[in-house]
């Protein structure tokens, strides 16, 4: 059989067909164009500032810089205070993510097996360990299926996902210090 890949004879694995059956929308999405980034960069802005003026749990937007197609998101909560929604939108997907803990001071294992069992329950998001072991939370939707309705889902999950984990995780991992 001849080798027509371009790798030494490993598949690209964005071509590797999926055990399931089941395409990954985030690799097998087309790129879109420069002028369809800046319509979704415009419906991005007024998304947000709708939903800034009905949420007011939204306490703040900011953009990232001229060359970035990135917004800061200041969300008020109940058990985390104040934190912030990182959304970047790239020619695939929006990635969004919050800085959910700093790298736990003690009882580490305990705190991973919470944030693991926590992160089975997550729909569309997921817990991941960031710079200085940081746990972030994060997750990502295709451009293509970027409506008003979805960025208020991802809002909303966000918002209640960090309301669940925080004190839990704080309680663990700083358990000598955090008495909330």
């Known amino acids: ?41 415009r419906r991005m802005d007024s998304w947000l500032a709708a939903a800034s003026a009905a949420n007011p749990a939204i306490d703040a937007i900011e953009r990232g810089s001229q060359d970035e197609r990135r917004w800061y998101v200041r969300v008020h909560g109940e058990e985390k205070e104040v934190w912030t929604i990182w959304f970047t939108l790239g020619q695939r997907t929006l990635h969004y993510e919050t800085y959910m803990v700093p790298a ?5 294992a305990q705190l991973y097996e919470h944030l693991l069992r926590r992160n089975r329950r997550l729909t569309g998001l997921k817990l991941e360990i960031g710079p200085e072991d940081a746990v972030f939370l994060s997750g990502s939707t295709p451009v293509s299926q970027l409506t008003a309705g ?27 210090k955090f008495r909330g």
């Open 1 to 41: 059989m001849e080798d027509d890949t371009d790798s030494g004879g490993v598949a690209d694995p964005r071509e590797v067909a999926d055990p399931m059956g089941v395409a990954d929308p985030m690799t097998q999405a087309p790129p879109v164009s420069d002028a369809d980034l800046d319509a979704m960069e």
């Open 104 to 108: 736990p001071e003690e009882n580490h």
């Open 150 to 176: 979805v960025l208020d889902g991802i809002l909303g999950s966000m918002y209640a996902a960090t309301e669940l984990i925080f004190r839990p995780a704080m309680r663990i991992g700083y358990a000598s």
